[in-house]
């Protein structure tokens, strides 16, 4: 019997009955780690708000999950209540790793600071380090620096996006798991059967923050030529954050087309790629994002940003476009590119893409582990 104890910052809910779920990214993907686990215990944090339509149940009796308490923000006060936090904290992972053969943790996060020293002095356990943020982040926070580098300096696997010729040997390059097989087979289908005609629909799906893009998106289409923006019949804003009445109220005023659905079920989320032709992530940082990966199984081109590992799966005018440059212009010269295409180029790129989308699998994920980490 195999056993696996994760370790991570997971947002996670009560419902009125009583059942608990998670953040549905990463339920969905331990949910599938049972393929290779035989039980797993998830640490992770309990949060005493109301569950966002994002967040899901695990699939399984097999998986447990037990609760940290949520800790961490932006603010100064919420840092120093990691640390008053901390010793409670290692007692519950120092218990729950006792019960499992391997352990999983995935950084970086507030907690990783004094859990990842824990883990690499005081802990014997088989297990792996999954690093889902920019590996390359040259102004990453000071939290962010010091647990890249303890997992640069100690032995055991660290899965990281992206390839980097500077990386240790056993910083092991992963793509980050998204789709499900028959997720796939449903692409192939949309992809065979979508059509590129005007007006086009693009989406967004991420954290509604100018961090993320969104105010880059709203004001490059709000200064493209009229002419380029009849030929956008939609812009679907998927997420939530503290700014989601502001922009809506923004995009009200200047009468644009978009509209803000805040948090959507993973169903909600893949219906509205089925129906888009583009996704658009001007970020400022990001490790690889999950959306860019699921948006392409259903022939949505992506606009991005060139930043972290990104351009290492997007090639610029083969599969996608890459801004190369963090600003409107260069936004709005991406979203012209996409908007002029000939229907020939379209079925191209959503062809291109195909190459890369079996990668992000969860079985292919899974498959990997086997053979190089566990």
């Not at 993907?29 to 149940?57: C, G, K, R, Y």
């Not at 999983?104 to 859990?115: N, S, W």
């Not at 380090?129 to 982040?137: D, L, M, R, V």
């Not at 440059?325 to 979203?335: A, G, Q």
Request: hydrophobic share 40%; with cysteine; aromatic share 10%.
């Amino acid at each position: 019997m195999k056993t696996l104890t994760i370790i991570s910052h997971t947002e996670h809910y009560l419902l009125p009955d009583g059942s608990v779920v998670g953040l549905g990214s990463t339920v969905t993907e331990i949910n599938h780690l049972l393929q290779i686990f035989d039980s797993i215990t998830h640490v992770a944090m309990l949060h005493d708000s109301p569950a966002p339509p994002n967040a899901m149940p695990y699939l399984s009796d097999q998986i447990k999950f037990v609760a940290l308490p949520a800790v961490g923000g932006r603010t100064v006060r919420a840092k120093l209540g990691i640390l008053f936090q901390s010793p409670k904290v290692i007692a519950i992972i120092r218990k729950a790793l006792r019960e499992s053969d391997y352990f999983q943790f995935r950084a970086p996060t507030g907690i990783g600071v004094f859990v990842i020293p824990y883990l690499l002095v005081f802990n014997r356990k088989k297990g792996w380090f999954k690093y889902a943020g920019n590996w390359k982040q040259s102004d990453a926070p000071l939290a962010y620096s010091i647990q890249k580098w303890l997992l640069e300096k100690q032995s055991r696997p660290v899965t990281i996006n992206g390839f980097w010729e500077d990386q240790p040997k056993h910083c092991l390059s992963f793509e980050n798991p998204c789709l499900t097989e028959q997720e796939i087979l449903s692409g192939q289908m949309v992809m065979a059967s979508k059509s590129f005609q005007i007006p086009l629909e693009l989406c967004f799906v991420g954290r509604l923050e100018a961090a993320k893009g969104v105010d880059l998106i709203i004001a490059a289409v709000e200064e493209l030529e009229l002419e380029a923006r009849q030929k956008i019949g939609l812009i679907h804003l998927v997420g939530s954050g503290p700014q989601i009445e502001t922009y809506k109220k923004r995009v009200e005023a200047l009468k644009l087309p978009f509209i803000i659905h805040g948090h959507l079920s993973r169903t909600e989320v893949h219906q509205i790629y089925m129906k888009s032709h583009g996704i658009l992530l001007p970020s400022e940082s990001e490790g690889f994002p999950k959306v860019i990966a699921e948006a392409m199984n259903y022939g949505c081109i992506p606009i991005v940003s060139n930043v972290s590992s990104i351009s290492h799966y997007i090639k610029d005018g083969e599969n996608g476009y890459i801004m190369p440059t963090l600003d409107v212009l260069s936004l709005m010269h991406c979203l012209t590119q996409l908007l002029t295409m000939e229907v020939t180029v379209y079925q191209q790129m959503k062809n291109n893409s195909v190459t890369y989308i079996k990668r992000f699998s969860y079985d292919y994920y899974n498959q990997r582990l086997l053979q190089e980490v566990l």
